[in-house]
Nanobody
Framework: VQLQASGGGLVQAGASLRLSCATS????????MAWFRQAPGAQREFVAV??????YYTDSVKGRFTVSRDNAKNTLYLQMDSLKPEDTAIYYC??????????????????WGQGTQVTVSS
């Protein structure tokens, strides 16, 4: 399984970005997938997960971010609106073989993309 994240960039506060995570490999379309982020000096934190046909978010992004998945294109997306400076981080996509319930901890994910930098200026 391989994951390739893209779409990051430098934007002003209030702007939007859409991140993409292209996937390849057997069975990956069956795996729940998520977005995490890591700011400088901080631990990697959960952002959003797409599990079956449901989406779950960390409180700080609810109402601003939307995670979606297009299995026909083997791609996971993260639409980020109303961006804030505190959203600045490297964003990672991840996939887990655990399917029985949504997972929010990085340790539960088996496959990771390389990360894409998002910088939001004030």
């Amino acid at each position: 399984v391989q994951l390739q994240a893209s779409g990051g960039g430098l934007v002003q506060a209030g702007a939007s970005l859409r991140l993409s995570c292209a996937t390849s490999g057997r069975f990956v379309s069956n795996y729940p997938m998520a977005w995490f982020r890591q700011a400088p000096g901080a631990q990697r934190e959960f952002v959003a997960v797409h599990w079956t046909d449901n989406a779950y978010y960390t409180d700080s992004v609810k109402g601003r971010f939307t995670v979606s998945r297009d299995n026909a294109k083997n791609t996971l997306y993260l639409q980020m609106d109303s961006l804030k400076p505190e959203d600045t981080a490297i964003y990672y996509c991840a996939a887990t073989r655990i399917t029985i319930r949504p997972k929010y901890a990085a340790k539960d994910y088996d496959y990771w993309g390389q990360g894409t930098q998002v910088t939001v200026s004030s």
